[in-house]
Structure formats: structure tokens, C-alpha cells
């Protein structure tokens, strides 16, 4: 007898209410497995209905846990390391809210608005979109620059709100923001949530508020989309975002209109294009080709459907810093209060990009000669993920407005970059001779 036989046959004839009666062997057999199947079934329904039910409550990756959040906040002596941080030097200085403070651009700007003697207080909700212990080294490295980051959501009001308790910020530098062009096909929520919704949330507060901050936020240069016209100026057309991404961008400058049009929020909106430099983001590709080039990895090379290369222009993080803290200076106060429009308020958007696009190819040569390692190169056609083929800022009016002057190439600015990646991430660089 088979093992199979010998197993169906040791059911019991007595196996609770499924009872097999010896006058009908075959059909309660039947109903014997009939029911078994609708066992079967239902606790594969419930087994989907447990596994729905965590997938949805477990938190999404750039998502900061509730309890996390709750925790970090609140008390007397946070309030006290919130008042000191936006303290300011002199009376002529800002008080600025800056956040996404922990990020890439945040952690500059906030250093640099800090060292020139104005009060900045931080705000970052530590998401995991990409390694956190770097966002935690920011974090560290502004708290020896005297910025406390308090650890928060965009979209939690009455956090925003205690902070207008505390302190009255004159200027927010709203970096917050889902980053990044190609992650957004596998989560489009998290753009919703921080670039859309977050975004909204920020400016509901600030009408609210009295007196009204002036607000400076991170737009992008995505929002130019399909745009062939070169170079991108603040006037051509916006209307074909290529992704989410720069579809979400481009929603936070029509809703930056409703609100300074509305409640008189005077705003400045800030198109970067491709920033790069040290302690940059781990999911743009100067950063992981760095990482892949030493670790002797393969790296793929989009290029363009007509076999074109694709190419950005490339803007060094100084560069930007200088603009962003010029567009601070220069922005006017808002005119509302009490959720009221008491007249015109400013509302404007500049391009910050290097105006010389490089290809995609010629930056990674660059890197090989810099990291002293020839990449494993693999050329594909860009995928239909969101990427635009190039991108190139017209900066006069930044110039004009805000007297914009980037000054950094891109050799000596990824120069900057791998000594940075080679002091932060020690032992990754043995081939090349920094
Ligand atoms: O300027 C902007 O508006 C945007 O700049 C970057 O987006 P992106 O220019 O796409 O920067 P990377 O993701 O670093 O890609 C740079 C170039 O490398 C190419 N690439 C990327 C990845 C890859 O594996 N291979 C490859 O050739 C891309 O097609 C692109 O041309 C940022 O990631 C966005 O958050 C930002 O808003």
C-alpha cells in the first residue's frame, strides 16, 4: 500500500461533525472533502484578510512610526532646546523653520543660515526612504552646529502648530518632500502624503498663524517634463510632467498660487536641478555609481531612444545653498493675518541649476578618474520610469533677483563629493588613492 493510500485511509471515522456513515461511503466521503475544502477556503480568506490587514497598518517605509513621533515631542525641556536653536544672533537675523532639515539640502542650509548668526529650528521625520544612519549623522553634525531637529511629521498640525507656540518663525524653508523621480511608480502614496498633503498642511498652518512667516519651499526642475525647449526658463510650459514625482511638484506650485492668491502667504517656489555634492542622497546616481564603481559592481547608463545621451545639469549643493539663502533675503512678508488677506502678497519661482548640462557617460568618467576605477559599464535604453532625456536651467532670473552665480563644475564638485564618500564610508575607497 502506498503512503498516499495508506494516509487517506487512517482518516477517522469519527473526525468531529464530518462523521462518515459505513452505508454510504462514497458520498460522505464526498461531503466529508466538500467540507474540508470550505474549511480550507475560508481560512484562506481569513489568512488574506490577516495579511491585508498588516500589510495596510504596518507603516510605509518613508513613513516615521506614530509612536515614534508622539514620543519625541512635547515638555519643558524640549521647548527650551526649541526656543535656543531659533534663537537668533542679532535682531536684523531670520527665524526660520527649515524642514526636511536632516536631508541632503536641509542639513546645508540649515548649517549655513545657523552660521551666519540666524535662529533655525529643524524639523524631519527620519523616514526610511534611503539609509537612516546617515540621516542620523546629519543630525548630529547640525546639533554641533547649534540646530536641534525636532522629530516630526509635515502633516501632523498640532505639531506645527506648538512649534508657532514657541517660537515666532519669520521664514519656513520647506525641504520636506518624497524625492526622488523613479521611486515614485513603486510608491506613489508617500508622494501624495508629503509632497501634496504635507505640503497643504504646512500652508493651512502658516495663513493661520500671526504674523504670517514668508515661506521659500524645494520645487524641482522634473516639472519641465517633456518641455524640448532649452534652456528651461521659469515661463515655458509646466503642463507635461514625465512622473509623479514632478506631477507632484508641479500640484505644490498651482496650490502655492491658491494659497498665496487666497490668505496673502507671500512664497517663493525653487526649482533644483539634480543637486549633488558630500552628504548627498544615497538613491541619486553620482551617489550609487560612486558605490557600485569601487565595490566593482556593474552600473546601467540610460540613454536617450535616439541613442542620444541623456544629460542634467548638475548643480553643486554650495551653489544652491547660496540661492536658497538669497531667496530667504529676499523674500518679501507676507500680508495676511488671522487667516485673512490684507493685500497683494509676493509669489515667485526660480530655476537653481548650473545652466551646462554634462551627460550621464561624462560623469561617470569623471568618477572613474577621481575614484582611480574603470566602471563596469552597461548601456540601456532609458525605461519608461518617469526619467526626462536632459534638463538645463536658464538662471537670469535668479540671477537678476536673487544674484545667483553658480561657481562649482562638476569635476570639483564630485571632488568634494568622494572625499566625503571616502571619509564617510572608510575602507569602501582601498583602489583609488585619496
Ligand atoms: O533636478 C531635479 O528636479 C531632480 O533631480 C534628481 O533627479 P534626477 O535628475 O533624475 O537625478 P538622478 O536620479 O541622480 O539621475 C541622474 C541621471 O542619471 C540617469 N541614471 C539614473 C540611474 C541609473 O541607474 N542610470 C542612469 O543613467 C538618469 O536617467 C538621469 O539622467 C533628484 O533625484 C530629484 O529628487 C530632483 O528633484
Avoid at 454510504?24 to 480550507?40: A, D, G, M, N, V
Avoid at 532646546?81 to 537675523?93: C, D, F, I, L, P
Wanted: aromatic fraction near 12%; proline fraction near 6%.
Amino acid at each position: 500500500m502506498s503512503q498516499l493510500n495508506s494516509h487517506l485511509d487512517n482518516i477517522p471515522s469519527t473526525p468531529g461533525k464530518f462523521k462518515l456513515e459505513k452505508s454510504q461511503p462514497y458520498i460522505h466521503r464526498l461531503r466529508f472533502h466538500t467540507s474540508l475544502s470550505k474549511l480550507t477556503l475560508w481560512s484562506s480568506f481569513f489568512l488574506v484578510f490577516i495579511l491585508f490587514y498588516y500589510v495596510l497598518s504596518s507603516p510605509s517605509p518613508s513613513l516615521p512610526s506614530r509612536r515614534s513621533l508622539n514620543d519625541s515631542w512635547g515638555g519643558p525641556s524640549w521647548e527650551k532646546r526649541v526656543t535656543r536653536s531659533a534663537q537668533r544672533r542679532s535682531s536684523h537675523g531670520l527665524t526660520v523653520l527649515v524642514t526636511g532639515a536632516a536631508g541632503f539640502v536641509g542639513t546645508h542650509v540649515s548649517i549655513a543660515l545657523k552660521s551666519r548668526g540666524d535662529g533655525v529650528l529643524g524639523l524631519d521625520n527620519f523616514n526610511h526612504y534611503y539609509e537612516p544612519r546617515l540621516k542620523r549623522d546629519r543630525q548630529k553634525l547640525l546639533e554641533r552646529n547649534g540646530v536641534f531637529v525636532v522629530e516630526g511629521d509635515i502633516n501632523d498640525s498640532s505639531l506645527l502648530k506648538k512649534l508657532f507656540d514657541v517660537v515666532a518663525f519669520s521664514h519656513i524653508m520647506h525641504l520636506a518632500a518624497q524625492a526622488g523621480v523613479r521611486y515614485a511608480m513603486q510608491n506613489p502614496g508617500s508622494y501624495v502624503h508629503s509632497n501634496i498633503a504635507g505640503f497643504v498642511n504646512i500652508l493651512e498652518v502658516c495663513k493661520s498663524v500671526n504674523p504670517q512667516p514668508a515661506i521659500v519651499w524645494a520645487s524641482s526642475s522634473s516639472v519641465y517634463g517633456l518641455n524640448s525647449k532649452v534652456p528651461f526658463s521659469e515661463k515655458d510650459r509646466t503642463d507635461q510632467p514625465a512622473s509623479l514625482y514632478a506631477a507632484t511638484k508641479k500640484a505644490g506650485e498651482e496650490i502655492a498660487h491658491t494659497y498665496n492668491h487666497i490668505y496673502g502667504l507671500s512664497i517663493t517656489g525653487l526649482r533644483f536641478f539634480t543637486v549633488y555634492g558630500p552628504w548627498g542622497r544615497p538613491d541619486m546616481a553620482y551617489f550609487f555609481f560612486t558605490k557600485d564603481i569601487l565595490k566593482g559592481k556593474p552600473i546601467t547608463i540610460f540613454e536617450a531612444p535616439d541613442r542620444g545621451s541623456v544629460a542634467r545639469d548638475f548643480t553643486y549643493i554650495d551653489d544652491v545653498v547660496k540661492g536658497c539663502v538669497a531667496a530667504l533675503d529676499t523674500a518679501k512678508k507676507s500680508t495676511g493675518s488671522g487667516g485673512k488677506k490684507k493685500g497683494p502678497a509676493q509669489l515667485r519661482i526660480f530655476n537653481l541649476g548650473n545652466t551646462s548640462p554634462v551627460p550621464v557617460s561624462e560623469l561617470v568618467n569623471i568618477l572613474e578618474k577621481l575614484l582611480k576605477v574603470k566602471a563596469k559599464r552597461k548601456v540601456l535604453p532609458m525605461p519608461r520610469n518617469g526619467d526626462v532625456k536632459f534638463t538645463h536651467a536658464n538662471i537670469s532670473l535668479a540671477h537678476k533677483e536673487l544674484r545667483y552665480k553658480p561657481g562649482t563644475d562638476l569635476e570639483t564638485g564630485l571632488k568634494k563629493f568622494v572625499r566625503w564618500y571616502l571619509s564617510y564610508y572608510p575602507g569602501s575607497g582601498k583602489k583609488s588613492s585619496w
